[in-house]
């Protein structure tokens, strides 16, 4: 089954670090672009980044700076390093895949809550 | 504030028609890239409803409908059903901004 599943979320002090995982099944990642998606608590959805096929990568101007994606492709896997955390970095992150169904976000992980608190 | 406009909310009575509006700007719908809508329930995993514009993807009933004219889109649902009732959310690609942008996204309650 083509499926995403996010790991690594958790609580952590504001000025922390936290690395997040998205492992991919029955497709791989270099093929595709992938992206990080959250929603804070009462708020809506939030694009925050994306890596392209050719490696590429774009953030979301509120984690320019502070959050890097990247992926293993020997692990099929997806990475979002999230540094210098603030509260407001608090909400449940989503991967997704783009590209397979023209441009859109077809499959998604179920997210991976994250905690920024002292 | 979103970089796509949406109304708060929406409501309808099981069977009615509703629709959901989406405005943009000349940097991502009105510049030609596609709109994507979404339906989400929060704590679970956003189901693509519609892409480029107007197409389903498989599985999705044909009661979703959608449609795009200058800087605004909109997604339409006949026949409602109480299971509809989620968040529903447009996104497009702003080249101003390199990325993507949600809609701050529609609630839709079903009477």
């Known amino acids: 089954e083509v499926q995403l599943v996010e790991s690594g979320g958790g609580l952590v002090q504001p000025g922390g670090s936290l690395r997040l995982s998205c492992a991919a099944s029955?497709?791989?990642?270099?093929?595709?672009?992938m992206s990080w998606v959250r929603q804070a608590p009462g708020k809506g959805l939030e694009w925050v980044s994306v890596i392209y096929g050719g490696g590429s990568t774009y953030y979301a101007d509120s984690v320019k700076g502070r959050f890097a994606i990247s992926r293993d492709n020997s692990k099929n896997t997806l990475y979002l390093q999230m540094n210098s955390l603030r509260a407001e970095d608090t909400a449940v992150y989503y991967c997704?895949?783009?590209?397979?169904?023209?441009?859109?976000?077809?499959?998604w992980g179920q997210g991976t809550r994250v905690i920024v608190s002292s | 504030q979103s970089v796509l406009t949406q109304p708060p909310s929406v409501s309808g009575a099981p069977g009615q028609r509703v629709t959901f509006s989406c405005t943009g700007t000349s940097s991502n719908i009105g510049a030609g890239y596609d709109v994507q809508w979404y339906q989400h329930l929060p704590g679970t995993a956003p189901k693509l409803l519609m892409y480029g514009d107007r197409n389903r993807p498989s599985g999705v009933p044909e009661r979703f409908s959608g449609a795009r004219s200058g800087t605004s889109a909109s997604l339409a649902i006949t026949g409602l059903q109480a299971e509809d009732e989620a968040d529903y959310y447009c996104?497009?690609?702003?080249?101003?901004?390199?990325?993507?942008?949600f809609g701050g996204g529609t609630k839709l309650t079903v009477l």
């Open positions: 996104l497009s690609y702003d080249s101003s901004l390199r990325g993507w942008v």
């Open positions: 997704a895949r783009g590209g397979a169904v023209s441009d859109a976000f077809d499959i």
């Open positions: 029955e497709f791989t990642v270099d093929t595709y672009y």
